[in-house]
């Protein structure tokens, strides 16, 4: 049972070009989490989102950054027009959705975008 | 806002000593609480969690303490061994909203052989 699948694991971009992460959750998992990680600092939770629909996006920056879950496909991470600040590693988590109260969440190793 | 708090950037502990890691949370809404465990270049994993209905909660070589009155709670490692060097992570969800996790800034555990 593979876990969760982010790539690419490390991403280079230029200010200003496009950074599209993704996230493939473990199997049988509905739910995804997208969380970032400045230097230094802990996880920060960005976004959360079930299959076709963005739950919580409370901690979306709201310009340049857009997520989605497809029903098809990965979980995809967006970030327009990138600058230096974006730098990060981005992790994505998911679970299965029990809808019983707390889901654990299991992480992916996460992508390292480096801005230059 | 930094909603929890793990004060302690790193930790060195001797192989079979104990080791206790300490965060501190400020949102009383917190009901649930957990660490997390990450090794370089990998994410990270789930190590232990508690209930705010209780005030301990133990698995294995892992104890987790939790004092509500004191928005406190720290993890006991007895006895540490060198692959449990790693960046140890406190987070917490909210009862109105439980797949919401803040983290803490992590603390490094160094146990030596």
């Known amino acids: 049972n593979a876990g969760v699948m982010q790539n690419p694991r490390h991403l280079v971009r230029r200010r200003g070009q496009e950074a599209r992460l993704r996230c493939s959750p473990m199997k049988g998992h509905s739910h995804v989490y997208w969380y970032r990680q400045l230097p230094e600092e802990g996880l920060k939770f960005m976004v959360y989102l079930q299959k076709e629909n963005i739950i919580d996006e409370s901690g979306m920056p709201k310009e340049r950054f857009s997520a989605e879950f497809p029903k098809e496909g990965p979980s995809i991470l967006r970030i327009q027009q990138v600058v230096r600040g974006d730098s990060a590693a981005y992790f994505c988590?998911?679970?299965?959705?029990?809808?019983?109260?707390?889901?654990?969440?299991?992480f992916g190793p996460g992508t390292r975008l480096t801005v230059l | 806002d930094q909603q929890v708090k793990q004060n302690s950037p790193s930790l060195s502990v001797q192989e079979g000593r104990i080791s206790i890691l300490n965060c501190d949370y400020t949102n009383s809404m917190f009901d649930y609480f957990l660490w997390y465990k990450k090794y370089p270049a990998e994410g990270p994993t789930f190590l232990i969690s508690?209930?705010?209905?209780?005030d301990k909660n133990e698995d294995g070589r892992f104890t987790v303490f939790l004092n509500k009155s004191a928005k406190h709670l720290s993890l006991h490692i007895v006895p540490s061994q060198p692959g449990d060097s790693a960046v140890y992570f406190c987070?917490?969800?909210?009862?109105?909203?439980?797949?919401?996790?803040?983290f803490g800034s992590g603390t490094k555990l160094n146990v030596k052989p």
């Open positions: 987070a917490a969800s909210a009862r109105n909203n439980f797949n919401k996790f803040y």
């Open positions: 988590a998911s679970s299965p959705g029990t809808g019983k109260g707390w889901d654990e969440q299991f």
């Open positions: 508690i209930s705010s209905i209780k």
